[in-house]
């Protein structure tokens, strides 16, 4: 699998040697002394990254003995390496360069290590030091995993159980801990603002696998977009004993491949047109049945592309590419809007918008509020709950790999998805809250919106 210039940090090294070979950690171990970064503190990216393994393991001397009854092992050793240095060396990698625009955690010497030269300075400049924090506590995040017994050959004797997808979900859920204590002031040195968490969180969705032709291979697989959002949500909302309990029977992955040439040249994109079509017929039909089977009489709203009467003024036009309007029972669309987001993310980056106008459109037909936050985030679970549908088969249209991830980025960038009837999305929320709404959807259905 080819690696892309920043992702691989968390695409390969992740808990083994880079060779490959599953290394189990140390068979004994002590508390030891704190260990101190080797290699490079003379920079801003430097001293970033040592303050933030820091405060990291810091987080975990307290939280493991909490939340798991043992105590902490401290960690071996950091180093931050420049790859390119002559007469470089470093335990489990063959070739300082296998380590270039990388972040490891090695079980075998139980030690972290990350390219100081390329990798820290990118993270930083592209997303800011959010995104550091999330790449370095998702490699302390496998030590963790080492700490209460699933290390890499628990991995290869019970494959089926621990598939990597998995342990990388459980990773991400464990940087999740780490980032809700970095914005909440209790990581020493540390303190990170809820929009730096969201670029934290671009960054991880940055990282996820590529789009391959065929079927995922769960023992190779670190997930898509959504797995790792949500694995990273999770331990936000939730704490580390909820990344402890994560397995292949509680966990809904998502990421797929191409199950045709024809759709993977297409990039798994229906032209604008056919999309809002298609989905005016699907999504009238799940939202229409979802009305009529909680007592209640639905009339699917009528469908208008780009001016006509019924649906104008100013609130309309404050939802943004797409607008229900109650007392036409109308949706509107702009074609040129909503191309803008079908053309820059992909096609159910749109989708995701035009669903969550029908979703205001179920809940005027059952009697709901259709302003206020609760509106909004009701729209948006039900966006998800609808999309989960889709996913699982169970209406007439069908997902694309990757359709589910262009969702994600649609709502981690923008809130249309999230206004309500006059436009306005909820005051203070972010992408990983509108996210978290979404997924709640998804993972819960309309049970869980509170319809």
């Not at 797995?227 to 580390?240: I, K, Q």
Request: with cysteine.
């Amino acid at each position: 699998m080819a690696l892309l210039t920043v992702v691989g940090l968390l695409l390969a090294g992740c808990t083994r040697s880079v060779d490959g070979e599953p290394a189990a950690a140390p068979p004994t171990l002590d508390q030891g002394p704190r260990a101190t970064v080797q290699g490079g503190t003379d920079t801003s990216d430097d001293r970033l990254a040592a303050d933030l393994v820091a405060g990291a393991e810091g987080f975990w001397r307290d939280a493991f003995p909490r939340d798991f009854r043992r105590p902490w092992i401290n960690i071996h050793g950091y180093f931050a390496v420049d790859p390119n240095a002559p007469h470089t060396t470093l335990p489990c990698v063959r070739q300082t360069p296998d380590l270039l625009d990388q972040a490891l955690y090695c079980p075998e010497r139980d030690i972290m290590a990350w390219d100081r030269v390329t990798l820290i300075p990118r993270l930083v400049n592209s997303y800011g030091p959010g995104a550091v924090l999330v790449a370095l506590a998702h490699e302390m995040g496998h030590a963790v995993q080492n700490r209460i017994g699933i290390d890499a050959t628990t991995q290869v004797i019970d494959k089926e159980q621990y598939p990597t997808i998995l342990l990388e979900g459980m990773a991400d859920c464990f940087a999740g801990s780490v980032m809700r204590a970095a914005v909440d002031g209790r990581l020493p040195k540390v303190s990170l603002s809820v929009a730096e968490r969201d670029r934290g969180l671009r960054a991880l969705l940055s990282l996820r696998d590529p789009i391959s032709l065929g079927r995922v291979l769960p023992d190779k697989a670190h997930g898509d977009g959504f797995d790792r959002a949500s694995a990273f949500t999770d331990g936000y909302l939730n704490g580390p004993n909820t990344c402890a309990a994560m397995s292949v029977q509680n966990q809904v992955f998502t990421q797929r491949g191409y199950t045709t040439l024809e759709d993977g040249l297409a990039g798994g994109n229906l032209p604008l047109g056919d999309l809002v079509q298609a989905l005016n017929a699907d999504a009238g039909a799940w939202f229409g049945q979802l009305v009529t089977s909680r007592g209640h009489l639905w009339r699917a709203p009528s469908l208008q592309v780009d001016g006509g009467r019924g649906c104008a003024g100013a609130n309309a036009a404050r939802q943004g590419p797409a607008a229900f309007c109650p007392s036409s029972n109308t949706l509107s669309m702009s074609a040129t809007q909503l191309r803008v987001e079908h053309d820059s993310i992909g096609d159910y980056a749109s989708g995701a918008v035009v669903v969550s106008r029908y979703a205001l459109a179920a809940l005027a037909a059952v009697g709901r509020p259709l302003r206020g936050p609760d509106a909004a985030h009701t729209a948006l679970c039900l966006t998800g709950a609808y999309t989960r549908a889709v996913f699982d088969g169970k209406t007439g249209f069908g997902l694309s790999p990757g359709d589910i991830d262009e969702a994600v980025d649609e709502l981690l960038d923008h809130d249309f998805a999230a206004r309500d009837i006059l436009g306005v999305a909820p005051a203070g929320d972010l992408g990983f809250d509108r996210i978290q709404q979404f997924r709640t959807g998804v993972l819960k259905g309309s049970g869980g919106c509170g319809l």
